[in-house]
């Protein structure tokens, strides 16, 4: 069973590295945009926000501290949310380029996929006949013969590099393989609870969006955690609000943005992520739960405290 908890942690992942500025006149690109965008979210419920960084000019994933820098000091000016920075960056980066930002800003929370695996975002090509920037379609054509990898020993590079920063991580979880890798560092001492285990579902590579799934992963993260662990998901695309419906109703925590879906609905993009979190606050409360606060979140987690951050 999983760790007991009376309220439900809403992280919105602002912008991401999977989704190019041609697909979406709402993706936050700028310092200004993803500062607004995570403010707003959290002023709608968010107790996290999970943040990528991208370069003005053209909207490309980076890993530059420096751009993280232009925005983070003034969201933990505007709002007490829980910063959450990745280590993924994006899937055509190395381990020593997408480290930096955790590295050096030293966030209260780091997201850590726990493993090597396809990732194929190529068939989003089909839906534009062209793109705003040169970066995009290779970029995307790419993935067709791209592996995003994380060995087992990038993985310790990663928290062993880490472990003086008092930084938790986001375990992203994209298949059982996953669940099994995690619980190989637990059993290795590396990794120490309690668990923010984030299980994604629908992404090209990874475990798909079935409900089977869903409660495959639950089980599997049960048996392996225990009450050592908080279970939070993600479901890309169409499947954003169906699996948070059904993992809140299961007992778990759950993740929005527009770094997992740019869609509203069929056919109509969201035009912000404060959006998509004022959605699943109101599937929560119809499910009469609550939502946990940026405090509530830091307790249920044991994070350091938003004072011992590098930014």
Excluded at 117 to 145: C, Q, V
Excluded at 259 to 282: I, K, T, Y
Aim: charged residues 25%; proline residues 6%; glycine residues 8%.
């Amino acid at each position: 069973m999983a760790a007991p908890q009376n309220k439900v942690i809403v992280t919105c992942a602002v912008t991401g590295g999977i989704h190019t500025p041609t697909m979406s006149p709402h993706l936050p690109i700028t310092a200004r945009d993803i500062e607004d965008e995570s403010v707003a979210a959290a002023e709608a419920g968010a107790a996290i926000v999970h943040l990528h960084a991208r370069k003005p000019e053209n909207g490309q994933p980076s890993q530059d501290p420096a751009l993280f820098l232009e925005f983070l000091p003034r969201i933990a000016a505007r709002s007490d949310v829980v910063i959450n920075l990745t280590t993924g960056g994006a899937p055509n980066m190395l381990v020593e380029e997408r480290l930096q930002p955790a590295l050096q800003l030293k966030p209260e929370v780091a997201s850590l996929n726990m493993g090597s695996m396809n990732f194929g975002l190529y068939p989003m090509i089909a839906r534009h006949k062209t793109f705003k920037y040169d970066w995009e379609r290779p970029y995307l054509e790419g993935s067709e013969d791209r592996v995003f990898r994380n060995t087992f020993k990038e993985i310790r590079y990663i928290l062993e590099s880490c472990a003086d920063n008092g930084t938790r991580f986001e375990i992203e979880c994209y298949d059982t393989s996953h669940l099994y890798t995690a619980a190989h560092f637990i059993d290795r001492g590396i990794l120490k609870p309690p668990f923010f285990i984030q299980s994604v579902f629908g992404l090209l590579g990874g475990i798909g969006t079935h409900p089977d799934d869903v409660m495959h992963m639950r089980r599997t993260a049960e048996r392996l955690f225990g009450k050592d662990y908080y279970w939070s998901v993600l479901g890309a695309g169409r499947s954003q609000m169906p699996i948070a419906s059904m993992a809140a109703a299961m007992g778990g925590n759950v993740r929005v943005g527009l770094e997992d879906s740019l869609w509203e609905d069929r056919g109509r993009l969201s035009r912000s992520n404060a959006d998509q979190v004022r959605r699943v606050v109101g599937i929560l409360k119809s499910l009469n739960l609550e939502v946990a606060t940026p405090d509530e979140a830091r307790d249920m987690l044991q994070l350091k405290g938003r004072d011992a951050v590098a930014f």
